[in-house]
C-alpha cells in the first residue's frame, strides 16, 4: 500500500537553496526588492513561483510591527444589514494595501469575545466592531491591544476608544411617532433578535407609547430574523389585540414578513395595518406595497471608520478631535403607511 504524500509548507530556506543564494538574499529579493539587483531578484523569485511559497506574512509583520490587517467583526454573515457595512470597509482598506479579515460573532457575546480574542491574535493595525455591547472581558482585551478600535452601529455613553454610529432609541421612537402621528393608536412592535440595538429601539417604541398615552403591544424572538419570523410575530400580536392598526418592526426583513402574511391572510396593507420597517435594505422600496422604514448610515459608518484608521496609520497614532460620531437617521415614508381611517389616493 503506498503511503500517502506528506504535505508541508515550503520554506525560505528551500526558496534559497533553489536559487542559490543565502536565506538573507531571499528575503530581501522577495520583501525589499530594490535591495538587491535585478539578475538576482528574478532568480529569487522564479524560484519562489516554481516551489509555490507563500510568504509567512504573520511573522514578517511582527518583525516590522506591521501586518496589513484590519479586523472587522460583525453579528451575521446573511444578514442584509452588512452587505454595504462590508463593501464600504473593502471599498476604503484594499485600496490603501490593507486586508480586511472578516469574523463573525452570531449575536452572541461570548462568540463575540472569542472573535476578538482570536483577531488580536493575528496582530492586527486596526478592529472595527458592529456593536458597543461588548463584555467586560473583551473591553479589556481591546483597551490594552495598542490599536485603533472602532465601535460603529450605535452611540456608546463610554466608547472604547472611537464611536461611530447612531441612536437606536431616538430612532425607534421616531419610527413609532410617525405611526402615532398618522392617527394611529393601537400600534405593535416585533423584534427579533433582542441584540442591544434592538433592544433600544424598543425602547424609543415605549417612548412614543408613553407620550401618546397608549398600550405597548410587544412581540419578540431571540432567533436571528429572517422574513418568516416576521410573519410569525404579526400573527402574535394581532392573537393579542386583533384591533391592532400599526405595527413598528424591528427591521425589514421582519416587515417583509410581516407583509406577506399580511397578503396571505387577505389583510390590506396600508388599509387595513400599516407596516414600518427599520435599516432601509434594497428590497424595501421594492417590496409591494413600498415599505416605509428607518434608513440608517451603515455605508458611511463603515466608511467613516475605515478612513480615521487609515489617518491614525499615517499619523504616527494620533486619534481625531473627535471620538464619538452621531451620523443619525432618515424617517423614509412610502407606501405602507396610511393615516388612520383614509384610503390610498
Keep these: 500500500m503506498q503511503d500517502k504524500p506528506k504535505f508541508s509548507r515550503v520554506t525560505l530556506r528551500e526558496v534559497a537553496r533553489s536559487a542559490d543564494v543565502s536565506e538573507v538574499t531571499a ?5 525589499n526588492p530594490e535591495l538587491v539587483s535585478e539578475r538576482l531578484r528574478e532568480r529569487v523569485v522564479a ?12 511573522a514578517s509583520g511582527l518583525a516590522s510591527s506591521r501586518t496589513g490587517r484590519v479586523a472587522v467583526i460583525v453579528p451575521s454573515l446573511t444578514n442584509g444589514v452588512f452587505d454595504d457595512y462590508l463593501r464600504a470597509a473593502h471599498d476604503v482598506f484594499t485600496p490603501a494595501g490593507f486586508q480586511v479579515v472578516i469574523l463573525n460573532s452570531n449575536y452572541v457575546p461570548g462568540f463575540e469575545e472569542k472573535a476578538i480574542e482570536t ?4 496582530y492586527p493595525e486596526a478592529i472595527v466592531l458592529a456593536g458597543i455591547d461588548q463584555t467586560a472581558r473583551a473591553r ?3 483597551s490594552q491591544a495598542g490599536i485603533p478600535v472602532v465601535q460603529t452601529m450605535e452611540i456608546a455613553d463610554d466608547p472604547i476608544d472611537i464611536n461611530i454610529g447612531l441612536s437606536h432609541c431616538e430612532a425607534g421612537r421616531a419610527a413609532a411617532r410617525l405611526l402615532f402621528e398618522l392617527g394611529h393608536r393601537r400600534v405593535g412592535h416585533i423584534a427579533s433578535p433582542l441584540d442591544s440595538r434592538a433592544r433600544e429601539r424598543l425602547r424609543g417604541y415605549l417612548e412614543a407609547v408613553r407620550e401618546f398615552d397608549a398600550q405597548p403591544i410587544v412581540a419578540t424572538d431571540e432567533q436571528p430574523s429572517n422574513v418568516a419570523i416576521g410573519g ?7 392573537r393579542r389585540d386583533p384591533a391592532t392598526t400599526a405595527i413598528f418592526c ?13 397578503q396571505r391572510r387577505g389583510i390590506r396593507v396600508p388599509e ?17 406595497p413600498a415599505l416605509s422604514t428607518i434608513a440608517t448610515p451603515r455605508y458611511e459608518m463603515a466608511r467613516r471608520a475605515a478612513e480615521i484608521i487609515l489617518e491614525i496609520n499615517r499619523g504616527s497614532g494620533k486619534r481625531p478631535r473627535q471620538r464619538r460620531i452621531d451620523l443619525g437617521f432618515r424617517v423614509i415614508e412610502r407606501a405602507s ?5 383614509e384610503r390610498p389616493k
Excluded at 337 to 341: A, I, K, P, S, V
Design 47 to 58: 524560484a519562489a513561483r516554481e516551489l509555490a511559497y507563500v510568504p509567512n506574512q504573520l
Design 272 to 288: 387595513d395595518l400599516s407596516l414600518v420597517g427599520f435599516n432601509d435594505l434594497e428590497f424595501a422600496k421594492s417590496a409591494f
Design 232 to 238: 410569525g410575530l404579526l400573527m402574535e400580536i394581532l
Design 250 to 262: 424591528g427591521n425589514d426583513n421582519l416587515a417583509l414578513g410581516a407583509l406577506f402574511e399580511c
Design 140 to 142: 479589556r482585551l481591546l
Design 337 to 341: 403607511t396610511l393615516r388612520f381611517g
Design 119 to 122: 483577531a488580536l491574535g493575528q
Design 27 to 31: 528575503s530581501r529579493a522577495l520583501r
